[in-house]
């Protein structure tokens, strides 16, 4: 495996809680690397860059890089979903950009292009912060807590930017995932169009992937011919290519008109070597596209390979940083009846603890399953060392299932 696939398949495992969105990630330290800290200062930005093999990042300037950023047609910032600092680094760089130009819109990964009319609606002040995380679902979308989201749509609220829709129903990839592009309905796409060819090395990482994946399942070795992994890799390609479809449409314009500055937040996996969705936005002609990834300061040097983003930025750590609260490893669904298993992420708590795709979770600790949201919110309030009781319907039956959470690490 080549030496740049074999770095980003730790971080992409690293992943434990979306299923398909696993490439929208976080960053891992291998053991014995130097932490970013040792290449970067930390709250400064530089370019990654390699010399005879060795990390050599070149320091940036904020306000030449900020400078330059902004003169793109789209700038992708990238995040790990559940790090509140890449949340506060990205509501950072939006207001540096949108003070340079504030003729901006703002797309997000998270919102399908169905609920649009309602993003326009928050932004125009017509709804409360409660009424529009429930007009939009936000408890079926999205498998994070909304507070972490809520200071990037305030600012766009607040300075009337609009926001953009980027991503399609997650059963649109789920079914592209399992049949292919060809086999799903046209009228099921969403009006996205047919992904181009990603580059080989993106290929070449998602089987890497696809193949750890499939060992810890116990499936035995996959090959890169099977349907399974082609479909894999067409699912992915769309999820980008819709993203980067719905960014291109605000760039485009007429001859002598000059476009507002699209900025796309997203996972850091669709963002990372221009590999998702830059790569689809060159196919569709957008060329002048920036990307930007936080890095926290423990993320090893020889992860900054040449071309990993125009520029990164050093998280510091945080004396009071707690730690990482506890995650099932799942993508969920709101459903009238309570909270169904889409996708279980293998080798994760809910594998070890029996939760199998397709089962509906109808009790959470006693306490009827009403939304996403409630379970992931039990979740991340659980202790360690503590156990969390399920009730779930499979197959028409009625089955209790406990969550065992792991102790303490000393």
């Not at 930390?42 to 890089?65: E, G, I, K, M, S």
């Not at 993106?202 to 890169?224: I, T, W």
């Not at 980067?244 to 996996?269: D, W, Y």
């Amino acid at each position: 495996m080549p030496l740049r696939a074999r770095r980003l398949l730790v971080a992409t495992l690293a992943c434990a809680g979306l299923g398909l969105s696993a490439f929208a990630g976080s960053e891992s330290q291998p053991a014995g690397g130097s932490s970013l800290a040792a290449c970067i200062a930390p709250a400064t930005w530089a370019a990654p860059a390699r010399v005879d093999n060795r990390p050599a990042p070149r320091p940036l300037a904020t306000d030449a890089l900020l400078a330059d950023i902004a003169q793109r047609q789209v700038v992708l910032l990238g995040e790990q979903h559940d790090s509140a600092d890449d949340h506060r680094w990205q509501l950072q760089v939006l207001a540096a950009l949108h003070a340079r130009r504030p003729d901006m819109v703002i797309g997000f990964e998270m919102f399908p292009r169905r609920v649009q009319p309602v993003l326009d609606r928050w932004v125009a002040g017509e709804l409360g912060s409660a009424e529009f995380l429930r007009e939009v679902g936000w408890d079926g979308l999205w498998s994070f807590p909304a507070e972490l989201y809520m200071p990037l749509f305030e600012f766009a609220r607040l300075n009337r930017v609009p926001m953009i829709a980027l991503n399609v129903d997650m059963s649109l990839i789920r079914s592209v995932a399992s049949g292919g592009w060809d086999a799903t309905p046209s009228a099921a796409r969403e009006g996205v169009g047919r992904a181009s060819a990603p580059p080989a090395d993106y290929v070449d990482l998602l089987f890497a992937s696809h193949r750890e994946h499939a060992r810890m399942r116990g499936k035995g070795e996959p090959a890169r011919e099977d349907a399974a992994f082609r479909h894999f890799v067409e699912s992915q390609s769309t999820w980008d290519r819709a993203m980067a479809e719905a960014l291109a449409a605000h760039v485009r314009a007429a001859a002598g008109e000059r476009t507002p500055l699209a900025v796309g937040i997203m996972g850091s996996g669709h963002v990372r070597f221009g590999h998702g969705v830059a790569h689809q936005l060159h196919t569709l002609g957008v060329s002048e596209i920036g990307t930007l990834l936080p890095l926290p300061a423990s993320t090893d040097c020889a992860m900054l390979e040449d071309g990993l983003a125009d520029a990164v930025f050093a998280l510091p750590a945080r004396a009071d940083a707690a730690p990482p609260p506890p995650r099932l490893g799942v993508m969920l669904e709101t459903q009238e009846r309570g909270v169904r298993i889409a996708d279980v992420t293998a080798d994760s708590l809910a594998a070890r603890s029996g939760l199998e795709t397709g089962d509906l979770i109808v009790d959470i600790g006693g306490r009827p399953a009403k939304s996403a949201s409630q379970l992931v919110a039990a979740i991340r309030r659980q202790p360690p060392g503590t156990w969390l009781p399920l009730t779930l319907e499979r197959a028409g039956v009625t089955r209790e299932i406990v969550i065992r959470f792991p102790p303490d690490q000393p």
